[in-house]
């Protein structure tokens, strides 16, 4: 199944006044990069936020003779057609999509052709830290090259975190019950062997009570 992994680059936080600057599209097939991109800086026509020029370096100077949104509205449809778009933190990149497709004349994406990586995480990982280099670290994928948000980056590494978030299994363990009374001559009384205690942090036993919370009757925990 065919996917579109996106991110964008804006020129501050309101949907409602700033405006995108930078697009980026990746598809994946079955999770596997196609090799197929849409990506595109875009010029504003306003300026750019202190807070936002700190994030992205994207300056209003580099801008200036880069198309407008409405100059790649059609291509960009055109390459997230019947596909999921999986982005993280949907609703702050969704909130700018669609204000800009409204005002190319476009109609808006609905949303439940969305697939938000943040609420999957957030799902997978109660109570722990999810943003992108968050989740880069968890899974030991090499972030290093972000040193200022991109949005073609960032969609390059969204590809490595989804593929984690999806596949990566908690362990389960399988006990095999016969076991040759020759097997354990070798094993020493019971008493003699060393105890060992696994410390839980508190972060952990919330989690852990948020899980029942989630996936366990009542009626289970009061048996």
């Not at 449809?77 to 990149?93: C, G, M, R, S």
């Not at 989690?207 to 366990?216: G, I, R, S």
């Amino acid at each position: 199944m065919k996917e579109v992994l996106l991110d964008t680059e804006t020129t501050g936080l309101s949907s409602v006044s700033d405006k995108i600057i930078e697009i980026a599209c990746i598809e994946i097939d079955d999770h596997i990069p196609t090799g197929k991109n849409f990506h595109f800086f875009l010029n504003p026509e306003m300026e750019i936020s202190q807070g936002a020029y700190d994030t992205h370096g994207i300056s209003r100077e580099f801008l200036v003779d880069k198309p407008k949104f409405k100059d790649v509205a059609d291509d960009f449809l055109k390459f997230i057609e019947n596909k999921k778009l999986v982005i993280h933190n949907a609703e702050f990149d969704m909130a700018f999509l669609n204000k800009e497709l409204k005002e190319a004349g476009k109609s808006a994406i609905k949303a439940d052709l969305i697939i938000d990586t943040l609420n999957i995480a957030r799902e997978k990982f109660p109570g722990a830290q999810n943003s992108l280099d968050a989740l880069c670290k968890r899974f030991k994928i090499d972030n290093s090259r972000r040193q200022k948000h991109s949005a073609l980056l960032d969609c390059e590494l969204l590809a490595k975190v989804y593929i984690e978030l999806l596949e990566k299994k908690e362990p389960t363990f399988q006990f095999d019950m016969q076991v040759d009374e020759d097997e354990i001559t070798n094993v020493k009384n019971i008493k003699d062997r060393k105890q060992i205690i696994v410390e839980v942090t508190e972060d952990e036993k919330k989690a852990y009570f948020e899980f029942l919370k989630k996936n366990v009757p009542k009626s289970s925990l009061l048996n």
